[in-house]
């Protein structure tokens, strides 16, 4: 078992930066990839970054060149440093971690960013 916390979200304006972390228990070390993704109202679960246990990384589209994923093996947290934040970025941000076996979720932080 894996379990995931997530902090960070907020409210800020457009232009800005928030910094959020996901922070695992538990089977941490069975952890392959991280992810996280993000929900709006109305809209599909979107994968925002990604990062393998050896520190690969990936990007969706609308995040590339504005969002970094980074982690912190000696805390067992994963980051997404999120800059130039648009109003398009309000969502609940969550974190999934994959084992060999299954995905977790964690409870997921707001971020919204106002105009």
């Known amino acids: 078992q894996v379990q995931l916390v997530e902090s960070g979200g907020g409210l800020v304006q457009s232009g800005g930066s928030l910094r959020l972390s996901c922070a695992a228990s538990?089977?941490?070390?069975?952890?392959?990839?991280t992810n996280w993704y993000r929900q709006a109202p109305g809209k599909q679960r979107e994968l925002v970054a990604g990062?393998?246990?050896?520190?690969?990384?990936n990007y969706g589209d609308s995040v590339k060149g504005r969002f970094a994923i980074s982690r912190d093996n000696a805390k067992k947290t994963v980051y997404l440093q999120m800059n130039s934040l648009k109003p398009e970025d309000t969502a609940v941000y969550l974190c999934?971690?994959?084992?060999?076996?299954?995905?977790?979720w964690g409870q997921g932080t707001q971020v919204t960013v106002s105009s």
């Open positions: 990062i393998t246990s050896d520190g690969s990384t």
């Open positions: 999934n971690a994959v084992t060999f076996d299954r995905g977790y």
């Open positions: 538990g089977s941490e070390f069975n952890i392959y990839v």
